[in-house]
């Protein structure tokens, strides 16, 4: 029984109301990893009461995780944990109306169809371009919704990609940037409140998709947490690649076809 009384700060809210309730009751989504990114979407998705979520992930928790990745503890870590089993058992204990199924697996063009043709939007929590990449070539080809997501040192990115004549995230980015990868984040490093604010502008953005309000003007939103600058890039027609192998040529090399 899907109680709605615990939800009664957002459906207070005029823009929401009931309706964008039932509506986030309704809907799936799909989490790729269970990282920094993900694990805070998967938590800010469980309270605000989403009906379904898959998160795919492979790695197990270590220490050097806790310091920004929602939900782990030094249990977790010490006992080299699975992240999406113990993010299932702590998410079940923040709200067990939330229906979570867990893969252990990284996402790969072998599986992502898999795990992703039932959902209605797909949250990235990864790490690497590679990975973004092959988001990006099957919510274009499926006419699916994506969130991106990146984080690095102080700064982090994030974006809403939906079909039908806005640009794709190759048409901004086009080869795999060796930032953003687990690597750089050794090298580099990272800070928890830059995960948890792009995890947090990331899943705003779903919780409107998902309730069927309009996102606001498509932007790619670049912050950085150090020096305190905000860059709002609109991502108009202007900027779509006539080139684009993605969303133009529908050469969907990150795919496996
Ligand atoms: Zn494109």
Known sequence: MYDMSRYARQIVFPEWGAKGQTRLQN????????????????????????????????????????????????????????????????????????????????VDKFNIHNLAHDVDLIMDGTDNFPSRFLINDYAVKNKKPWIFGGAIGAEGQTAVFRAGGNPCLRCIMDAPSAACGENSCRSAGIFGPVVSAIASLQTMEALKILSGSAPAENYLIKINFWMGGIQRILLTGKVLRPDCPCCMKKEFEYLDD
């Not at 030094?74 to 709200?95: C, F, R, T, W, Y």
């Open 27 to 106: 809907s799936r989504v799909l989490i790729v990893g269970a990282g920094g990114l993900g694990s805070r979407q998967a938590e800010l998705l469980a309270r605000a009461g989403l009906g379904f979520m898959r998160i795919a992930d492979d790695d197990n928790i270590d220490l050097t995780n806790i310091q920004r990745q929602a939900l782990y503890n030094e249990s977790d870590a010490m006992q080299n944990l699975p992240k999406v089993e113990q993010l299932k058992i702590h998410l079940g204990e923040i709200n067990h109306e939330v229906a979570i199924e867990t893969a252990r697996q990284r």
